[in-house]
């Protein structure tokens, strides 16, 4: 019998069958589509993360664990232990050791984003990716007491423009009670796409920042003592603490006794840290999580192919006809063994093709609300090696899952009474 017919009859009793397994594959897909899911958001986050600050050489910020730096400074995740004093951050400077430093006040939000204070030194020093500078997508860094710069994901989220108001809010929650609607900012540049949390940023000068809390105490503005907007250009506003400072080494060999300097220094406890092996503990962390999850994902994947191996089996008590029709009509009990072969692995690669379709169909409709809610730009991307192989072990699996049922139809194509039944049936 020619291969074209037998893939033909394993069609055919598929199509025949199609009610019941139907149910098996679309158990199947659902289960493969998680676990490409699960490696594919693996691989993207992990991507994501290392790829959020480059170029920065140390973090610095009051003395705290290392993860909780890097978090709150970088990812804008968690809070502060404490801050720096702007005396100290002076002393930074005056290094020369230092290349460059960033500082960065944190603190307030405009709803649900976080404010970051700085100055045009985070637009010329921060790098993310490949050691990519930021860029304005439209209008100009803030050079005035009440500008403010958005993220590009805060302006799309926000449908801003250029020159539009701006109030900001106390405190680094979603919902705020209290509002800076006294000293509302204007919008002077909007920063160009990033695909990091740069984007969920909302940024204003250091004196800004000192400005609307001119005569706040405890949390709470104090009446009569707060700075009216048209003052605040006339006063010095020089900031008395930061939140933290990214700094640049100029020679990199001397990062480690610059990072040992600034957790030895007695005039106020501080923490110098290093990205990257901040970022390898958060994924050591993380490791046993992302291992545990997949390998509860491959455990579904695992008892959806025994849920199939269970319905052909059970099917099969039902094909004993089916068997001595094909024998009568000279069909080899290897050929009928190997008809279910071609219909198990045949459903494991439908399943596998339609867990592929339905994950880039569910990631194009996942991946606006991971970058709003999350900050994770997610991107459409063809499948790695790895989750190449993941998708061929499925029918390879399923071929496997069908020998038992095929074995079981070898044998009975070799039974005398099924050749009989077929006789009688001919005539």
């Not at 004196?207 to 104090?222: C, D, F, N, R, T």
């Not at 001397?254 to 958060?282: C, K, W, Y």
């Not at 849920?307 to 009568?328: F, K, M, N």
Request: glycine share 10%.
């Amino acid at each position: 019998m020619r291969p074209s017919v037998a893939f033909f009859l394993a069609g055919a009793s598929l199509w025949h069958r199609r009610r019941v397994l139907a149910l098996v594959t679309l158990t199947l897909t659902l289960s493969v589509t998680l676990l490409l899911g699960v490696q594919y958001l693996r691989t993207e986050v992990r991507q994501t993360f290392n790829s959020t600050v480059s170029g920065t050489d140390l973090i610095i910020g009051a003395r705290s664990g290392e993860l909780n730096l890097l978090l709150y400074s970088i990812f804008h995740i968690g809070n502060a232990t404490n801050n720096i004093r702007w005396s100290t951050f002076q002393k930074l400077e005056e290094d020369s050791r230092i290349d460059w430093l960033v500082p960065l006040s944190l603190g307030d939000s405009y709803r649900g984003y976080r404010v970051v204070g700085t100055d045009e030194r985070f637009l010329n020093h921060y790098q993310y990716g490949d050691d990519r500078d930021l860029a304005l997508d439209r209008g100009r860094w803030f050079d005035d007491v009440f500008e403010v710069v958005l993220g590009a994901e805060v302006a799309r989220a926000m449908d801003h423009a250029i020159a539009d108001e701006v109030v900001l809010s106390h405190g680094g929650g979603r919902t705020s009670f209290l509002d800076h609607d006294r000293h509302p900012f204007t919008v002077s540049g909007i920063l160009a796409p990033t695909g990091t949390p740069v984007d969920r940023g909302v940024y204003v000068s250091l004196q800004g920042l000192e400005a609307i809390h001119v005569g706040w105490e405890s949390g709470v503005p104090s009446p009569g003592r707060t700075l009216p907007a048209g003052k605040a250009r006339e006063v010095e506003l020089t900031p008395t603490h930061i939140t933290a400072a990214l700094a640049g080494i100029e020679r990199q060999i001397l990062t480690f006794q610059v990072q040992r300097h600034i957790n030895q220094m007695d005039t106020e406890p501080l923490s110098a840290i290093l990205p990257g092996v901040a970022l390898s503990q958060l994924w050591q962390v993380l490791g046993q999580f992302e291992s545990v999850l997949l390998g509860i994902t491959v455990f579904v994947v695992l008892t959806s192919l025994a849920g199939l191996i269970t319905v052909l089996l059970t099917l099969q008590s039902h094909r004993h006809q089916e068997i001595a029709v094909l024998r009568a009509n000279g069909a080899t009990p290897l050929l009928i063994a190997a008809l279910y072969l071609m219909e198990c692995s045949g459903l494991a690669l439908l399943s596998a093709v339609l867990a592929t379709l339905l994950w880039y169909a569910g990631l194009g409709m996942l991946a606006p609300w991971l970058l709003s809610e999350w900050g994770l730009a997610i991107s459409l991307r063809p499948p790695t090696g790895i989750e190449w192989l993941m998708l061929a072990s499925v029918p390879i699996a399923g071929l496997l899952v069908g020998m038992l049922p095929a074995v079981r139809a070898w044998r009975l194509g070799n039974r005398p009474s099924g050749w009989g039944a077929a006789r009688d049936m001919t005539g």
